[in-house]
């Protein structure tokens, strides 16, 4: 990967690459999950520290076989292993089931990819049972035309899986113990043993290096894309959205081009999500509006409202019913009351707007004292005059009106115009310097 991340951290939609196979494994609802990690593991514990999972230290890297092993002294022998790979992250839970299901032999899952290069050769018999897996590497000309492929991901009782590794060797190219060994050996046992095609390939892909893993990115982002689609939604191109999270949606919801949801979103009936906007943690009313390039952080909107274009609410902002917020607008852990609008080229922090209040364009809340932050009260069909102050902590009455270009400082009160700043002078015979010639 040529980073200093470790390769199972490596994000897929957001997440790492492990938490997607341990919430696939946790849907299967196992009697134990064990990880497998190497030397210097303890970053990848540290990051899943809330996950109720074993731990296993495979202290040299001695192949996959070796590493099962490590896992094996803590299984009985009467359980049924599922190995599955934390680099590996799309492989979907019914493609495992049958893999799960009850029985003395050995199973694995194979597939078909258009290109087998990298992966070991499933070989098969005359009359078409499995007889073994060949790694690439060790596989001859004759073997490597072979196109169905082992994935690894495998199932056996954990009795029979301890003594066939006991006999696997490392008589190979990489010097390792194969997991993939215990197939031969099985068969040489006289044990059934299956091989499963995966139905879709890329699913089974696993991610090596930064090209892979972005193949790996765009597969999960269609499977999201197509997973709202399915479920309601209209994504005006399923190449260009990325999920990063989980997403609930109502009835026709429009999401456009370049589009991003992270954290848990929610969006009502009819809501329209206009081109390049960024949604994190946000829950938006039925009707409700996104103009095109806003950024939309920890926020909540009631029915109808309308964001943007160029709108950036960050933490904490609700906006009720019919709140309208305009281009080039900054929202900061305030409430905007019902059918109330700030439709231009303002900042609104640590505030509580009430129902129909009109803010014009320019106007900032001074929020901060370098300090401490305070809040600003609107009162309900107020009307702030363009390009205001309101320095807080401050309460504008219900219809007041506060004068173009006022620096408001102390409370306005209700229904009254206040005004605060310098009075217009012109002076007569004044000129503009002019630069000297030297």
């Not at 829950?283 to 939309?296: E, K």
């Not at 906006?319 to 900054?330: C, H, T």
């Not at 901060?368 to 807080?392: C, E």
């Amino acid at each position: 990967m040529r980073s200093a991340l470790p390769k199972v951290l490596q994000p897929v939609g957001g997440r790492p690459m492990l938490a997607h196979v341990l919430d696939t494994a946790a849907a299967l609802a196992p009697g134990m999950v064990h990880v497998i990690h190497g030397n210097g593991g303890s970053r990848v514990r540290e990051a899943f520290r809330d996950r109720s999972v074993h731990w296993v230290e495979q202290a040299e890297p001695k192949g996959t076989g070796h590493a099962v092993m490590q896992a094996l002294p803590d299984i009985p022998d009467s359980a049924r292993v599922l190995v599955l790979y934390g680099d590996t992250p799309l492989v979907p839970v019914d493609a495992l089931s049958a893999l799960t299901a009850a029985g003395g032999g050995l199973r694995f899952l194979s597939m078909r990819p258009d290109d087998p290069d990298g992966y070991g050769r499933v070989v098969r018999n005359g009359e078409g049972r499995v007889a073994r897996v060949v790694e690439q590497r060790d596989a001859c000309p004759r073997e490597l035309e072979i196109g169905e492929v082992n994935t690894g991901i495998l199932a056996a009782p954990a009795g029979s899986l301890r003594e066939w590794l006991g006999r696997v060797g490392n008589d190979n190219a990489q010097r390792e113990y194969y997991l993939t060994d215990v197939i031969a050996i099985a068969v040489a046992d006289g044990i059934q043993v299956e091989a499963l095609v995966a139905p879709d390939a890329t699913l089974m892909a696993g991610a090596n290096d930064r090209w892979q893993l972005c193949r790996l990115e765009r597969r999960y982002q269609l499977l999201q894309a197509e997973r709202l689609c399915r479920d309601g939604a209209l994504v005006m191109d399923p190449h260009r959205l990325d999920v990063r999270g989980t997403v609930k949606l109502g009835r026709d919801v429009v999401l456009d081009v370049n589009v991003v949801l992270e954290g848990e979103v929610e969006l009502g009936d009819g809501v329209r999500v206009g081109p390049n906007c960024v949604l994190r943690d946000v829950a938006l009313g039925t009707g409700t509006r996104v103009l095109a390039n806003c950024v939309l952080e920890s926020a909540r909107t009631g029915t109808d409202c309308r964001i943007g274009p160029f709108a950036r609410i960050r933490p904490d902002t609700e906006l009720a019913d019919g709140a309208a917020v305009g281009n080039f607008v900054e929202i900061k852990k305030s409430r905007v009351g019902p059918g109330s609008k700030i439709n231009h080229l303002a900042y609104v922090g640590d505030a509580e707007l009430g129902e129909g209040v009109n803010v014009g364009a320019g106007t900032i809340t001074c929020n901060y004292d370098g300090a401490a932050k305070h809040r600003t009260v609107i009162g309900d069909r107020a009307f702030i005059g363009s390009n205001a102050a309101l320095v807080a902590p401050v309460t504008v009455g219900a219809d007041a009106t506060i004068g173009a270009g006022s620096t408001i400082s102390k409370d306005a009160p209700s229904g009254k115009l206040t005004v605060s700043r310098a009075r217009q002078v012109t002076v007569d015979g004044w000129k503009r310097p002019k630069e000297r010639k030297t």
